[in-house]
T-cell receptor, first 112, second 113 residues
């Protein structure tokens, strides 16, 4: 498959453990934050988003936390599975700009 | 099946030879966008389109053109490709700008020699 990044930070977790992927953002005016998952050889896939006036949002096995004080976003994956192995990107949106700005990504490796 | 398709998936070309990468979606989406992905730089937006005949520059538009004559199609045009445009390109679409779930195509690997 395609190599999506040669210099990505990597998080290695044991299957069944919880994973926490972190992201720092720069623009305090961002309206939304989004997490995408990219498997090898595929395009990014939307996971979950959170509005800037929220602190936490939960999905199926995933939770996103937003700390606006320190401009930090995290994605928590419960009971990590081999199928979760991928590169994870955070992205931020300024609604008025109609643009999506991606972070550089984190590679998640799940050990069996 | 609801999807975003791109063609070609792989292309090797030479400097200066005009090329077009097609993108088509069958979901009646209003918003479409092109990104390039490079190691260490993540995905960067090239151009986007809010709807038919409405396009605007993203963060790295130099050397690219787009058109949106029909709702379903959003081709990316490189009039005179250069080696620094060697990259992995993704097209994406969403129902509207306000809905943040963008659907991405499978990608086009372009190499410019």
């Amino acid at each position: 498959g395609e190599s999506v990044g040669l210099h990505l930070p990597t998080l290695s977790v044991q299957e069944g453990d919880n994973s926490i992927i972190n992201c720092a953002y720069s623009n305090s005016a961002s309206d939304y934050f989004i997490w995408y998952k990219q498997e090898s050889g595929k395009g990014p896939q939307f996971i979950i988003d959170i509005r800037s006036n929220m602190d936490k949002r939960q999905g199926q096995r995933v939770t996103v936390l937003l700390n606006k004080t320190v401009k930090h976003l995290s994605l928590q994956i419960a009971a990590t599975q081999p199928g979760d192995s991928a590169v994870y990107f955070c992205a931020e949106i300024w609604d008025s700009s109609y643009k999506l700005i991606f972070g550089s990504g984190t590679r998640l490796l799940v050990r069996p | 099946e609801a999807q975003v398709t791109q063609n070609p998936r792989y292309l090797i070309t030479v400097t200066g030879k005009k090329l077009t990468v097609t993108c088509s979606q069958n979901m009646n989406h209003e918003y479409m966008s092109w990104y390039r992905q490079d190691p260490g730089l993540g995905l960067r937006q090239i151009y986007y389109s809010m709807n038919v005949e409405v396009t605007d520059k993203g963060d790295v538009p130099e050397g690219y053109k787009v058109s949106r004559k029909e709702k379903r199609n959003f081709p990316l045009i490189l009039e005179s490709p250069s080696p620094n445009q060697t990259s992995l390109y993704f097209c994406a679409s969403s129902l509207s700008w306000g809905l943040h779930e963008q659907f991405f195509g499978p990608g086009t690997r372009l190499t410019v020699l």
